[in-house]
């Protein structure tokens, strides 16, 4: 179900969940600001989100809130997960959707990075 973009955060929506450990993901990488999963039901080869640790609805939400140090780890690590996967080779699209327009489906920022294969023309 589509959701709204802005808060106030519901700390059920399935990405608390996972960071709270309450429900398992495949874990790609995790650092002070991020933790990076696969997407349960992958677009492409490659489909890993990546996520604040830190409850943000929204990228408007993320970039209104959040400190300039974690605005820039969550952005550094998303780089160095998109490095470590060897999409930058190949090519990538890193795309993040926010609100009822774009199909959010849960209200926890996050960043779908998605290659490995060519892609759909976008928007994918
Ligand atoms: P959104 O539409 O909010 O941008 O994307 C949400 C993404 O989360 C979807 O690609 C969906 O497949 C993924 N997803 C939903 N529930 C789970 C889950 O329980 N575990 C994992 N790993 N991904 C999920």
Redesign the pocket.
């Known amino acids: 179900m589509a959701?709204k973009g802005t808060g106030p955060y519901n700390p059920e929506n399935?990405?608390a969940?996972?960071l709270r450990g309450d429900?398992p993901?495949?874990k790609v990488f995790e650092n002070e600001w991020v933790l990076a999963?696969?997407?349960?039901?992958?677009?492409a080869a490659v489909?890993v989100?990546i996520i604040p640790k830190k409850p943000y609805v929204s990228f408007i939400d993320f970039t209104k809130s959040a400190s300039e140090d974690e605005i820039s780890g969550v952005m550094k690590a998303a780089g160095k997960i998109a490095s470590d996967l060897g999409v930058d080779e190949t090519g990538y699209r890193v795309?993040?959707?926010a609100g009822e327009n774009?199909?959010?489906?849960?209200?926890h920022f996050?960043l779908?990075l998605l290659g490995g294969q060519p892609l759909p023309p976008f928007p994918v």
């Open positions: 959701v399935i990405f969940k996972i429900i993901c495949k999963f696969q997407d349960i039901a992958p677009k489909h989100l795309i993040t959707n774009s199909g959010q489906e849960v209200p996050h779908h």
